[in-house]
């Protein structure tokens, strides 16, 4: 072998080692990779030889195994394979057993927004709570906690202020609310009239699951209200009062609601709704309905709901009918998760209301109306809510105030 062969052998045995040296520690680290138990994004698209695009579109939908640790994906490699093999999700999230009235949370928040343009009032709101944050590791001899990919078993902070139940129950499930409110408001009519009024309102609904995307609901509002005016007298005389004191049930309302279409990526849930007014009561009575829109940002839901009403049965010189000839309502907000147990909720809500004057010749009422309502939604117990919520008119003669507290069972 001459000498410029030699040379030339040596020289592709040495680059030969340099190119292996900085590949070992690739190999070895990729093999390390394979073997870890808990994979983030790249690597669980690495494992399934897809772009990490796909298995984060997956995860959103709870599709295949997965957990939401703050910010980052992470996944269990044996409940990634065993999904390959079995071909579902098998004890994760997406497959797990659903409670009842449990819907998925791309399904949900949309709450009782369409209520808005009947009255003018603030809707009930319901609230959403981000997946709840992994707990320290626990001591000997406590109870182990889940793996990756394992629904806990335990109530999750969506599971409990979500309340989508409310919304839409699974198909038999029936939901029992019952509530109650005081609301103060005043008015300055002239110089010398003055009116102050007080209300105390209860309200009672049911709520059930026709179909697990279908819901009836009925609702029945009873109101006692007490006014009381003072007059003050020709040239600065004496100030008089006079008092005024009411109590009936109100006019019922009937609601069937259902998914139009689901929350997925790029999409939000939206949900439609068909009310009437029954003139079980001062007799009311009118047809509409309405859309809802909403998108989760864990741990914050926004949503926003348009409506409109159309009164059949009017009386503007009765006080207790206050349905309008026509009503557009809208409403906007957000939700935000404060743990699994509590959540809080703020609500601005409109209404545009066509009403004819009480009596001919006189000022008609204010068409525009606007609120802001601030709630939250406390779990008590399994399937026991509380909700207190201030309700407060934005503009206007006055700032009227309402305070409402709402109980509700699902059984």
């Known amino acids: 072998m001459t000498a410029f062969a030699s040379h030339r052998l040596l020289a592709l045995v040495a680059l030969g080692v340099l190119a292996a040296v ?11 990779a394979s073997q870890r138990e808990v994979l983030d994004l790249d690597e669980a698209a690495a494992l399934l030889r897809v772009r990490p695009e796909v298995i984060r579109d997956l995860a959103e939908a709870q599709r295949v195994p997965a957990r939401l640790l703050g910010d980052a994906w992470r996944f269990s490699r044996v ?16 497959a797990a057993p659903v409670r009842p009235g449990h819907l998925n949370p791309a ?48 109530p999750t902070a969506e599971d409990v202020a979500l309340r989508d139940q409310r ?86 309302s009937l609601s069937l609601r259902g998914v139009a279409l689901r929350e997925a990526v790029g999409r939000p849930n939206l949900i439609w709704n068909v009310d009437a007014m ?22 914050a839901v926004i949503f926003a709901g348009l409506s409109y009403l159309r009164g ?7 006080p207790r009918r206050s349905l309008p000839r026509h009503s557009l309502g809208l409403s906007m907000g957000y939700t935000y998760a ?39 939604t406390w779990l008590l117990t399994r399937g026991l809510f509380m909700e207190p919520a201030v309700t407060m008119r934005l503009g206007g003669e006055s700032p009227d105030l309402n305070v409402s507290l709402n109980l509700a069972y699902t059984f």
Do not use: C
Request: aromatic share 6%.
């Open 79 to 94: 409940a990634l394979l065993e999904w390959l093999k079995a071909g579902q999700v098998g004890t994760t999230a997406a």
């Open 338 to 376: 404060v743990n699994d147990a509590l959540a809080l909720s703020s609500v601005f809500a409109g209404s545009y209301r066509n009403t004819p004057a009480p009596v001919e010749g006189t000022l008609p009422p204010a068409r525009e109306r606007y609120q802001l309502q601030l709630g939250l």
């Open 107 to 154: 399904q949900a928040l949309t709450g009782e927004l369409s209520t808005l343009s009947a009255r003018g009032t603030a809707p009930e709101v319901p609230t959403r709570m981000a997946q709840a944050a992994p707990e320290a590791r626990p001591d000997a001899g406590a109870a182990p906690l889940p793996t990756v990919g394992e629904r806990p078993s335990a």
């Open 312 to 318: 059949l049965a009017l009386d503007a010189s009765d």
């Open 167 to 252: 919304v839409l129950l699974k198909r038999g499930v029936l939901t029992a609310d019952f509530g109650m409110s005081y609301s103060y408001s005043e008015q300055t009519f002239f110089p010398f009239i003055r009116q102050e009024r007080r209300q105390l309102g209860v309200n009672t609904a049911l709520r059930y699951g026709l179909l697990n995307d279908l819901q009836a609901s009925l609702r029945m509002p009873g109101v006692s209200s007490r006014s009381k005016t003072f007059t003050l007298g020709a040239g600065g005389g004496a100030v008089t009062q006079s008092v005024a004191s009411d109590h009936y049930v109100g006019d019922a």
């Open 22 to 32: 900085p590949l070992a520690p690739l190999s070895a680290a990729a093999e390390t």
């Open 278 to 299: 029954l003139p079980t009561g001062p007799g009311d009575r009118g047809v509409g309905g309405g859309l809802v829109l909403s998108k989760s940002y864990d741990p």
